[in-house]
């Protein structure tokens, strides 16, 4: 269990714990495309605290320990943007984190939000069959046999502590690598991908709309260029196909242009944008 109460009174207005399963009915627009694929994303990095609260239709809380922005912010799938969000700013100052809201690009500016300084995130997606065609390109990147995959359904340690130190400043360290281990096996089924090179990526199959969803993408500065990133996406992607998935997500940071790149040169195009801001007059 996490170490702090995941829901409770905030404000004077309660929220209420949810699953995953509730959140699509609950959207003002369950057919929206848009929301729909942000509802997978979350389904692929679930944190230990889910709610939400009557005050802010269609939004979900978050917490996890402080573990990354996408674990520890508000939610708001869709365009419609609550003028008031101060149920959401007391509850991550109770648990003495900022109060982040996590809204699509295309939603309208509110007065109650600032973006923060990140890059904005491109949300892309390709079909899974696509990105597992073994595709030989110029310079042999994407389609090199000498790059050895190896998956597994645990992660590794590597990838458990580089996790666990995003954890909030003062958690012990057994319980960090604890958290980090829960939450990157949050999703109904996951694979690892690495290489004897030092990479390593991630593969969760959400249960939403045939989704799976790649993230934790990461090669050594030594080990850069030589199409250990291609070769782990399309392992992945082959993974994804066999567990039934038919469409790969991802996100990754609009001025990334390196890893940008090398998801177009794969098959992925933007879906949507969406950004991170801080919910402004938070309580201290």
């Known amino acids: 269990m996490s170490a702090v109460n995941p829901v409770g009174p905030v404000g004077g207005?309660?929220?209420?714990?949810?699953?995953?399963?509730?959140?699509?009915?609950?959207?003002?627009?369950?057919?929206?495309?848009?929301?729909?694929?942000?509802?997978?994303?979350?389904?692929?990095?679930?944190?230990?605290?889910?709610a939400?609260?009557?005050?802010?239709?269609?939004?979900v809380l978050r917490e996890h320990a402080g573990m990354t922005k996408r674990a520890n912010s508000l939610l708001v799938p869709t365009r419609r943007v609550p003028a008031d969000l101060s149920p959401a700013a007391g509850f991550y100052a109770r648990r003495r984190l900022p109060a982040l809201a996590m809204v699509r690009a295309d939603a309208p500016a509110a007065p109650s939000l600032a973006p923060t300084p990140d890059p904005r995130v491109l949300v892309m997606t390709a079909p899974v069959e696509v990105v597992a065609a073994p595709v030989p390109?110029?310079?042999?990147?994407?389609?090199?046999?000498?790059?050895?995959?190896?998956?597994?359904?645990?992660?590794?340690?590597?990838?458990?502590?580089?996790?666990?130190?995003?954890?909030?400043?003062?958690s012990s360290g057994e319980e960090a690598l604890r958290l980090a281990r829960r939450l990157l096996t949050s999703a109904p089924a996951q694979r690892f991908a690495s290489t004897p090179a030092g990479g390593a990526g991630r593969l969760a199959v959400t249960g939403i709309d045939g989704?799976?969803?790649?993230?934790g993408l990461f090669v050594p500065p030594r080990a850069r260029r030589r199409g250990e990133a291609s070769a782990m996406v399309r392992a992945l992607a082959g993974a994804a196909g066999a567990l039934g998935a038919r469409t790969m997500a991802?996100?990754?940071?609009?001025?990334?242009?390196?890893?940008?790149?090398?998801?177009?040169?794969?098959?992925?195009?933007?879906?949507?944008e969406h950004l991170y801001c801080a919910v402004l007059g938070a309580p201290a």
């Open 13 to 50: 207005r309660d929220w209420a714990p949810l699953t995953v399963g509730e959140l699509i009915p609950r959207l003002p627009e369950p057919d929206d495309p848009v929301a729909v694929l942000e509802i997978a994303l979350l389904a692929a990095w679930r944190p230990d605290a889910l």
């Open 211 to 215: 989704v799976a969803v790649l993230d």
């Open 52 to 59: 939400g609260s009557g005050a802010l239709p269609g939004c």
């Open 250 to 272: 991802l996100e990754v940071e609009r001025d990334n242009a390196p890893a940008v790149a090398c998801y177009l040169a794969l098959g992925f195009r933007t879906h949507h």
């Open 137 to 170: 390109r110029r310079g042999g990147g994407a389609g090199r046999p000498d790059v050895v995959v190896a998956l597994d359904e645990d992660p590794s340690h590597d990838l458990i502590a580089r996790t666990a130190q995003r954890a909030r400043p003062g």
